[in-house]
């Protein structure tokens, strides 16, 4: 007791009786840090000022990392200090006086209201404000004016806390300014302080933290004010510089500067409250002087910077009509200088008031503002926008990009720039004190300086760096555009979004995109009867969905937690639409009488609404076979397949009339409660499909579709089905009427399929358990593949038979392993047993096979299986194996739902390509590029303007053959550029 007497120096103790430890300890402070001498606030305890403490001059206040300071708040308790007409709670560092509070990211400085059990994050809502008075420095920097008439004509100048007594004569724990300017007041770092603002004298409220005079010696950096009622940050001259500051949920300004203040700043972050403000309630309010009567005559100058400040506003329209919302008020003869900075959800971005333009017009300029990003309702009022829109100040207006803003403790509010804003991607101003090549206060989605001891992180409101926001998408992707969704942002789809002709949308690696659930907040399409989300592609849109193993595009359901493997069971179908693609491709049939009719044919998605006349969108067909649509590529379809019309649900991915340029390879659908994969006509080849559990059909064809295809793996659900719930079933055209007549055929290809059923026997009676019903006039060719767990392998229909006994036989099957209670009906057997064919029926010897997330399902063939032998040759990348898999490989690993939901064994080796040899050859301005290939591998040739950070962007996709590939010329504008070759 004796020692903490001593440490505490002239504080007042209470609580302390009775215990023999500091522990948890509250601490009364009823008395100034008296002058000369050193006091140290210790962590263990906890310090409840019950007046104005004063750090009085030459005095100096220690305060711990992880200590807490309350102002209290219980008038009863208060004490009255002269000059303050109103009862209040504060600490206040005079000129002279040192204040050094100085946390760490794991334990804060926390000053707060007394009451405030900082434990609990939501006992006290930052609606909350005006509870104690904050924290006030004064210094000796000097001044450019004062109110305080004998200051006014002093030298130096000085000036009086505005609103306090200076009758008889002011206290001069009240005075700021001099002529130092490399004063120190001391340093906080690390600092949390939050519901201040309490009113002293009437009219008359203390800010967060004030800065009367603060001189350059001070530190003040990674402090954050919370829930003020008055201003977060206020500086009365001075020359202080500040560093990660942040202003949240502030009723006036965030940060306001007068009377010469001069400082160089860089990141800042303010967002302000939607539920409270004023009609001058702005983020930033910059101010000169106090003498207005000759326009810029106080020096030394307001003239002060800021680089990377991101500041958001209450919502653009100010809904609930609170007046001001204003980004950036300059005004009163002020130079201030901001630059790289982001300017979000404001009525207007820049209000550059007549009073305000003298330094920006005069002679010597001394104000500007360059290289910002403006997203507000207005850019500026229309002297802003005279600068706002100058070329030479290369601002962007526009869509921030921004990862999220909420108002909300959701853990939502994510003011980090995704991968596309042009924060990232327009220029940075060189010059800020820390080298940011980057606009804002963050540098991406993974910078983290607000994390851990900030209130916005602690109480719930700011997004954990790295993760990632939530993007609402309710409007389609518009004609002649191209939009980049980031891998930074999941997105919800809370309509069907239609990717518009001469569209494009690019979908960044690692992105999770979403389909809305909720009725509530879907919104209606026409010619779709039921509400439902999903993305469609229409004829001449194009969509890039291109992942990779380790960062695959995942597309799921509204409340899937991609990164909880078990909190959405595969038995979970029918939630939302899945993707569709319409392409220019030809098909051979129509079910709408006037695309029947139509040279070249086209139709209409089955079940959406056709009277009085079809929408464009839902048109597929024509004659382009080599039409593109996009690629997916690493792309992972789960739980689809929501009724949008009376007995007509959506597939995982459905191709209408979808052409061979179009990618579509290492794509997954699960838990589909329609088809996998639907082809509607088209050319499109793909490679690498996986259909899991999904209730109907994995594979289905129809309408002419033509393409040569290769690793195709499903597996069926145990647990749901239907009597025709198949692994492929192969249509071939709508009119039935005539035998095999619609032209061109559907005459497609598939090598190296393993398709497994839902057991022998179907157990539970479902029906259907067909691996294969070849139908209606078709003409699939399946070879090399694996058959097994159904009741019939190959169940071939009388309609079907047409292109596999005419005199021109364009559908066969050949060197295929069945293994099922039934190798096919009595048709499909009398081309499996034909010897001629090359099948084994019997065991597949696949190393297992399993229906749970037990990791036990292995589909890849045991040592002496029939499926390493007998490979038919001819598959555009040849193998010495049947199915889809060889002995020592799984291509599913890693990126599928299969094996991150833990169904995929993991005792798997994925063989990684050989590395290459590249060949490049200068030319007359282009470089040619050859690479050594393998067969089963993709090589991507890649560029670069700079190595630090890169930006690499897909210049040519070749597929591996065995031999070596020739990349087309490149031709480079840019002074220096990079080149790789990617193996995948």
Not at 599 to 615: H, I, L, R
Not at 750 to 755: D, E, I, K, P
């Amino acid at each position: 007791m004796k020692k903490l007497k001593n440490l505490l120096g002239s504080l007042a103790i209470a609580g302390l009786l009775g215990s023999t430890t500091a522990q948890g300890a509250l601490v009364i402070v009823t008395n100034d840090i008296a002058a000369g001498t050193t006091n140290t606030w210790v962590s263990t305890n906890e310090y409840l000022l019950n007046t104005m403490v004063y750090v009085q001059s030459n005095a100096v206040l220690n305060i711990e990392p992880g200590t807490v300071v309350k102002g209290g708040t219980n008038a009863a308790n208060l004490i009255a200090r002269n000059g303050l007409q109103n009862l209040v709670a504060g600490l206040w560092v005079t000129r002279g006086g040192k204040l050094y509070a100085t946390g760490t990211v794991s334990a804060p400085i926390i000053f707060t209201m007394e009451g405030d059990d900082v434990n609990n994050p939501s006992d006290v809502p930052p609606t909350t404000t005006g509870k104690w008075g904050g924290i006030v420095m004064m210094g000796r920097a000097s001044i450019n004016s004062a109110q305080f008439a004998a200051g006014q004509a002093a030298s130096p100048k000085y000036d009086v806390y505005e609103g306090v007594a200076t009758v008889p004569s002011p206290q001069t724990e009240h005075i700021f300014g001099g002529n130092d300017d490399s004063d120190s007041s001391g340093a906080l770092r690390y600092v949390s302080i939050r519901h201040t603002g309490n009113t002293f004298a009437p009219g008359k409220e203390l800010n967060g933290l004030t800065m009367g005079g603060v001189g350059s010696g001070t530190d003040i950096s990674y402090v954050e004010v919370l829930a003020s009622s008055d201003d977060g940050f206020e500086w009365w001259g001075g020359t202080v510089s500040t560093h990660h500051l942040i202003g949240a949920f502030n009723e006036d300004d965030d940060f306001d500067t007068d009377q010469g203040y001069r400082g160089t700043n860089q990141f800042w972050f303010a967002i302000k409250p939607p539920w409270a403000g004023s009609s001058d309630s702005r983020a930033m309010e910059t101010d000169g002087d106090l003498n207005q009567t000759v326009l810029g005559d106080a020096t030394p100058f307001s003239q002060w910077t800021v680089y990377n400040a991101t500041l958001i506003g209450r919502g653009k329209g100010d809904i609930l009509d609170l007046g001001g919302n204003q980004g950036w008020n300059a005004r009163d003869e002020a130079a201030p200088n901001v630059f790289n900075s982001v300017f979000a959800e404001f009525n207007n971005g820049l209000l550059l008031d007549g009073d305000g333009l003298y330094h920006w017009t005069n002679t010597t300029v001394r104000a500007s503002t360059k290289n910002c990003v403006w997203d507000n309702v207005n850019a500026g009022n229309a002297n802003g926008l005279s600068f706002i829109t100058n070329a030479a100040n290369n601002h962007f207006v526009g869509a921030a990009l921004l990862g999220g803003i909420s108002y909300t403790n959701t853990s939502k509010l994510n003011p980090r720039p995704l991968s596309t804003s042009p924060a990232l991607t327009q220029p940075a101003l060189a010059g800020a004190p820390v080298t940011a090549p980057y606009r804002g206060a963050f540098s991406g989605i993974n910078d983290d300086w607000a994390d851990d001891w900030s209130a916005v992180s602690t109480e719930g409101y700011l997004a954990a760096s790295g993760s990632k926001p939530t993007i609402v998408i309710t409007n389609d992707i518009a004609a002649g555009t191209t939009n980049t969704w980031s891998g930074s942002a999941e997105y919800l789809l809370n309509t069907m979004v239609y990717v518009q002709s001469n569209a494009v949308l690019n979908i960044e690696p690692g992105t999770v995109v979403k389909g809305g659930t909720n009725a509530a907040n879907l919104i209606a399409r026409n010619g779709l009867q039921n509400l439902v989300a999903g993305l469609w592609v229409t004829r001449g849109g194009k969509l890039y969905a291109t992942g990779t193993v380790s960062a695959p595009i995942i597309f799921t359901m509204e409340g899937d937690d991609v990164n909880n493997p078990s909190d959405v069971p595969p038995t979970t179908t029918g939630k939302w639409g899945g993707i569709v693609m319409m392409g220019r491709a030809s098909i051979n049939s129509a079910q709408f009488a006037a695309g029947q009719a139509a040279s070249p044919k086209y139709d209409v998605y089955e079940g959406v609404a056709t009277v009085p006349s079809p929408q464009t969108e839902h048109i597929f067909g024509g004659n382009d076979d080599s039409d593109s649509s996009g690629a997916l590529r690493y792309v992972s379809i789960r739980h689809t397949g929501n009724t949008f019309a009376p007995g007509k649900e959506l597939n995982g991915l459905t191709m209408g009339g979808v052409g061979s340029g179009t990618d579509i390879s290492y794509v997954e659908v699960l838990a589909s409660s329609d088809d996998g994969f639907e082809w509607w006509g088209g050319t499109v080849s793909t490679h690498h499909l996986i259909g899991a559990f999904n209730e109907d059909d994995d594979f289905d064809t129809d309408q002419g579709y033509r393409g040569t295809n290769q690793f195709w793996f499903a597996i069926k659900p145990p647990w749901a089905g239907s009597s025709d719930s198949r692994a492929m079933e192969t249509d071939g055209d709508l009119n039935q009427t005539v035998l095999g007549d619609a032209t061109p055929f559907s005459q497609w290809t598939v090598y190296n399929a393993t398709l497994i059923g839902r057991g022998k026997g179907d157990i539970l009676d479902l029906g259907g358990n067909q691996g294969w019903n070849a139908r209606d006039e078709a003409a699939p060719n399946v070879f090399n593949s694996v058959f097994a767990e159904f009741n019939n392998g190959l169940l071939l229909d009388g309609d079907g038979l047409y292109h596999w006994t005419n005199t021109t036989v364009r559908a066969s099957t050949k060197n295929c392993v069945w293994d099922n209670v039934n190798a096919g009906n009595a048709n499909g057997l009398s081309f499996i047993t034909n010897a001629a064919n090359n099948h084994f029926v019997g065991a597949a010897l696949l190393t297992s096979i399993s229906y749970t997330n037990t990791m036990a399902l292995d589909p890849r063939p045991q040592a002496g299986s029939p499926a390493l032998t007998d490979a038919l040759p001819g598959a555009p990348v040849a193998t010495t194996y049947r199915g889809a898999f060889g002995p020592n490989d799984n291509w599913a690993s890693g990126w599928t739902a299969l094996a991150t939901e833990g169904f995929l064994s993991t005792n798997t080796v994925i063989v990684p390509p050989t590395a290459p040899t590249i060949t490049s050859v200068a030319g007359s301005g282009t470089l040619s590029f050859s690479v050594s290939s393998q067969n089963g591998y993709s090589y991507i040739l890649q560029a670069t303007p700079v190595l630090s950070p890169p930006a690499w962007t897909n210049k040519e996709t070749l597929p591996g053959n065995g031999g070596t590939l020739n990349f087309a010329p490149v031709v480079t504008t840019n002074a220096m550029e990079y080149f790789r070759i990617l193996a995948q």
